[in-house]
Structure formats: C-alpha cells, structure tokens
C-alpha cells in the first residue's frame, strides 16, 4: 500500500507560479512511475507529467515549457513546479503512483485511470484571469 498526500494548491492569478508537493509513504517500492493528473469541472482526468526511476520525464502538450515533475528520493516526495500559470490551468490536481510501465514512457494522453495503482486525494488549483 502507498499513501499520497498532496499540498500546494492555491487560488492565483494567471502568470503566477505554484509548486505543488506529495508526500509518499507505505510501500515506495511502487515509485518506479509517479505523475501528476488533473481534472477539470466536467472533463476527464488528464495526466499532466510523468517522471520514471531513472529521471525521464514527459509531458502533456498543454504544459511543455511551463511545468517540471521531479522527486526527491531521499524526502520520498514528488513535486510539480507550475510556472506562468492559465485560467485552463484550472483544474483538482492529483498525485499517483505505481503507473503501469507499458505506458509510463509514452504520451500521457495514453494513460487512463485504470493504469494508476495508487492516487492521492487531490489539490485545487485554481486560476484567475
């Protein structure tokens, strides 16, 4: 088992910028893939950025060149650095870990719920024009 807890979510304005944190714990032998999903009020939920073991990231189109994942092992604790904020931004944003590994280096479009072994219960972003 693997408890996530994220933090960080705000109410901002748009260009501003926003770390997001979660906190990992249980059994982080399942941090092999972690990422970042969000869901907007009415859609589905997007995966936004995965990092593996070995440091390789990707990348939703949408935030490429504004977001960064990263993981500090030793703190075992992932983060989303959210720079130059948007209002379509806006969104509950969510930890996950143990993503299957068939799809954890490909387009995080490919990735679906039922990939995800474990998530948190989310942080709201919220962005303001």
């Known amino acids: 088992q693997v408890q996530l807890v994220e933090s960080g979510g705000e109410s901002v304005q748009a260009g501003v910028s926003l770390r997001l944190s979660c906190a990992a714990s249980?059994?982080?032998?399942?941090?092999?893939?972690m990422g970042w999903f969000r869901q907007a009020p009415g859609k589905g939920r997007e995966g936004v950025a995965v990092i593996v073991s070995d440091g390789t990231t990707t990348y939703a189109d949408s935030v490429k060149g504004r977001f960064t994942i990263s993981k500090d092992n030793a703190k075992n604790t992932l983060y989303l650095q959210m720079n130059s904020l948007k209002p379509e931004d806006t969104a509950m944003y969510y930890c996950?870990?143990?993503?299957?590994?068939?799809?954890?280096?490909?387009?995080?479009?490919?990735?679906?719920?039922?990939?995800?072994?474990?998530w948190g219960q989310g942080t709201q972003v919220t962005v303001s024009s």
């Open positions: 996950a870990a143990a993503i299957w590994w068939g799809v954890c280096r490909g387009d995080t479009s490919m990735i679906r719920e039922g990939h995800v072994g474990y």
């Open positions: 249980g059994d982080t032998s399942s941090s092999a893939c």
